[in-house]
C-alpha cells in the first residue's frame, strides 16, 4: 500500500511540475494579437470579407499578406515589414491591412498559384490588382527581405491607382 502511495504521489509531483513548466513556458510568449508580428499599431481586419467591406466602405486599397508562422521566408519578410517606418507608417494610415495564415475562397488571390509570403493588393471597387507584382517570374507576388523597396513603391502604386482610377 506505502509503495502505490508514493508512486502516485510521484505521479501527482510530475503532473503538476510538467503542467507549471506549460505555463512558465506559455506566459513567455507574447500575446498573440491579429498583427501576428506584422505592426502592432496597424488596425488588422480578421477575415478577407471584411477586408473587403472596410476597402469599399473607405475608399482605402486591402492589402492581403499570405504567410505561415512556420516558413522562414515569411518569418524573413516580417522582420523588415515590421521594423520598416514608412511601411508601417503607410499601412497604418492609407490601407485595410489583412495577414491571413490560410487560404481564402477567392482564387482572384493566388493568379499564380498558392504560396507564401504573398502580397496582394484589392482596389476599393474589389478589383484584385494582378497588375501589382513583385520581381519574381515564377512567383510574382512574394517579397523577399531585400524587396522591401519595391514593396515600398507598389505600396504607393496601389494607392496611385486608386486616385486615377475613382
Wanted: with cysteine; charged share 25%; net charge neutral.
Amino acid at each position: 500500500m506505502m509503495l502505490h502511495s508514493a508512486s502516485a504521489l510521484c505521479l501527482l509531483l510530475v503532473t503538476v511540475s510538467s503542467n507549471l513548466a506549460i505555463a512558465i513556458r506559455k506566459e513567455k510568449r507574447p500575446p498573440q494579437t491579429l498583427s501576428r508580428g506584422w505592426g502592432d499599431d496597424i488596425t488588422w481586419v480578421q477575415t478577407y470579407e471584411e477586408g473587403l467591406f472596410y476597402a469599399q466602405k473607405s475608399k482605402k486599397p486591402l492589402m492581403v499578406i499570405h504567410h505561415l508562422e512556420d516558413c522562414q521566408y515569411s518569418q524573413g519578410l516580417k522582420r523588415v515589414f515590421a521594423q520598416n517606418e514608412e511601411i508601417q507608417e503607410m499601412a497604418q494610415n492609407k490601407f485595410i491591412m489583412l495577414n491571413l495564415m490560410h487560404e481564402t475562397t477567392d482564387k482572384n488571390l493566388s493568379p499564380d498559384g498558392q504560396y507564401v509570403p504573398r502580397i496582394m493588393f484589392v482596389d476599393p471597387s474589389l478589383t484584385v490588382r494582378a497588375d501589382i507584382t513583385g520581381r519574381y517570374s515564377n512567383r510574382l507576388y512574394t517579397y523577399e527581405p531585400q524587396d522591401l523597396p519595391l514593396l515600398i513603391e507598389n505600396m504607393k502604386k496601389a494607392l496611385r491607382l486608386i486616385q486615377i482610377e475613382l
